[in-house]
């Protein structure tokens, strides 16, 4: 089946750059998708890349998709203590029930 | 934007109780919901998927009847916990998903979650 890992952890501080990383093994992926999720919150998505593309700016946040490693990124440009949560990716499944695969999760901590 | 409504946000019950937790779609109509259980630090499982008018698909490894899922009209799907323990409790989130399928607009929409402990 479909897997996407994440790493677990990651800590900034405030004004700088952040990267979260994120690997896939589905090839017939068709979106991939950045969810935030805040304590005792449900997910909010954040943005979204298409798989033909490499990448896509909104605002403060840039995605980078490479498609032949399968790897996915965000970086979230001049991170605010507001952009601590926790990120998911997630592939989309075009085929079947349609379903989304959610990635492990990333812990952002921002340090004022 | 489309707006899930979950129900309660949080429910504290006693062991061998059964939970009821609702899931709305306030401004469109949900032909697909999605039930996801999100244990401590982890990321979500999906539970189950309904459609609307038919018997739910659960995921390998769910018991479909421990965990009851209904989902009877375009804009409500339920999720019951029977014979609630606590190894049961946890992180559940409802998805939903309108008429369009157009998966570059938000696949999903979530509510909020509910916190569910049972003693």
């Known amino acids: 089946g479909e897997d996407v890992e994440q790493s677990l952890f990651l800590s900034v501080r405030e004004g700088d750059s952040s990267v979260i990383n994120c690997t896939y093994t589905?090839?017939?992926?068709?979106?991939l998708y950045w969810y935030k999720q805040e304590p005792g919150a449900g997910l909010q998505l954040l943005t979204y890349?298409?798989?033909?593309?490499d990448m896509k700016q909104d605002q403060r946040l840039t995605v980078l998709l490479n498609k032949k490693d399968k790897h996915l990124s965000l970086r979230i440009a001049d991170t605010q203590t507001g952009d601590s949560a926790i990120y998911f990716c997630?592939?989309?499944?075009?085929?079947?029930?349609?379903?989304?695969?959610f990635g492990t999760g990333t812990k952002l901590q921002v340090i004022p | 934007g489309a707006v899930v409504s979950q129900h309660p946000s949080r429910v504290i019950c006693k062991s061998g109780t059964s939970v009821k937790i609702e899931c709305r779609s306030l401004?469109?109509?949900?032909?697909?919901m999605f039930w996801y259980r999100q244990f401590p630090k982890q990321s979500l499982m999906l539970m189950a998927t309904?459609?609307?008018?038919?018997?739910?698909?659960?995921e390998q490894g769910v018991e479909k009847d421990k965990f009851l899922i209904n989902h009877a009209s375009l804009t409500l799907s339920t999720l019951t916990v029977t014979s609630a323990h606590p190894e049961d409790s946890s992180f559940y989130i409802c998805?939903?998903?309108?008429?369009?399928?157009?998966?570059?607009?938000?696949?999903?929409?979530f509510g909020n979650g509910t916190r569910l402990t049972v003693t």
């Open positions: 997630a592939e989309y499944d075009n085929g079947g029930y349609q379903k989304v695969t």
């Open positions: 890349i298409f798989s033909n593309m």
């Open positions: 998805s939903a998903r309108g008429r369009d399928r157009r998966p570059y607009n938000s696949p999903l929409h």
């Open positions: 589905d090839s017939s992926s068709t979106y």
């Open positions: 401004d469109f109509q949900a032909t697909t």
């Open positions: 309904s459609n609307e008018g038919s018997k739910a698909t659960y």
